[in-house]
T-cell receptor, first 111, second 114 residues
Framework: GQQVMQIPQYQHVQEGEDFTTYCNSS?????IQWYKQRPGGHPVFLIQ?????EVKKQKRLTFQFGEAKKNSSLHITATQTTDVGTYFC???????????FGTGTRLKVLA | ETGVTQTPRHLVMGMTNKKSLKCEQH?????MYWYKQSAKKPLELMFV???????ENNSVPSRFSPECPNSSHLFLHLHTLQPEDSALYLC?????????????FGQGTRLTVV
């Protein structure tokens, strides 16, 4: 069945450093979504990518969807303590309604 | 506040107890989901309902029994659970099952089985 892996599993960075998490699917995706879960909280939607090679930005966050629509990345520039949390990707394979969540990357930002 | 409300927020139950988790949304969404989130594991999809009809049952043990009486409410009935069932149970909704739309998550029920 479809699997979605994320690397790294954990990342500790100094405040001000950049951070990137990568998401890889075993199957071609129709679209991919990214969520953030703060410690003790619930997943909150960040963004959706649909087109091959698509790049979207939200302030310091840059999201990319691979040309083959099997991988994606989230890059945070100049991290802040408010960026702390676990970042999940969720991919939907073509022809299905199911979103498979990635394993998540837990980010800690040291002040 | 996402518009999806889960109760209770915390639950401790014995292995012989019967309890129910409740999820409520007034967003007008037609698709509702139960997820299980354990430590060091990805979000596991348990059940999916679309217009009150169950469309997904992801090999979930029968000690978990979902119910969707209407499109605004979703329940997860629990009985004779095991300690390994301790986890955060998240409810989510989307406008429609087949749309490229975001999932709105509730705050979850933290379940501890003793």
């Amino acid at each position: 069945g479809q699997q979605v892996m994320q690397i790294p599993q954990y990342q500790h960075v100094q405040e001000g450093e950049d951070f990137t998490t990568y998401c890889n699917s075993s199957t071609t995706l129709s679209n991919i979504q990214w969520y953030k879960q703060r410690p003790g909280g619930h997943p909150v939607f960040l963004i959706q990518l649909v087109k091959s090679g698509e790049v979207k930005k939200q302030k310091r966050l840059t999201f990319q969807f691979g040309e083959a629509k099997k991988n994606s990345s989230l890059h945070i520039t100049a991290t802040q303590t408010t960026d702390v949390g676990t970042y999940f990707c969720a991919g939907r394979a073509s022809g299905t309604y199911k979103y498979i969540f990635g394993t998540g990357t837990r980010l800690k930002v040291l002040a | 506040e996402t518009g999806v409300t889960q109760t209770p927020r915390h639950l401790v139950m014995g292995m012989t107890n019967k309890k129910s988790l409740k999820c409520e949304q007034h967003l007008g969404h037609n698709a509702m989901y139960w997820y299980k989130q354990s430590a060091k594991k990805p979000l596991e999809l348990m059940f999916v309902y679309s217009l009150e009809e169950r469309v997904e049952n992801n090999s979930v043990p029968s000690r978990f029994s979902p119910e969707c009486p209407n499109s605004s409410h979703l329940f997860l009935h629990l009985h004779t659970l095991q300690p390994e069932d301790s986890a955060l149970y998240l409810c989510a909704s989307r406008p429609r099952l087949d749309m490229n739309t975001e999932a709105f998550f509730g705050q979850g029920t933290r379940l501890t089985v003793v």
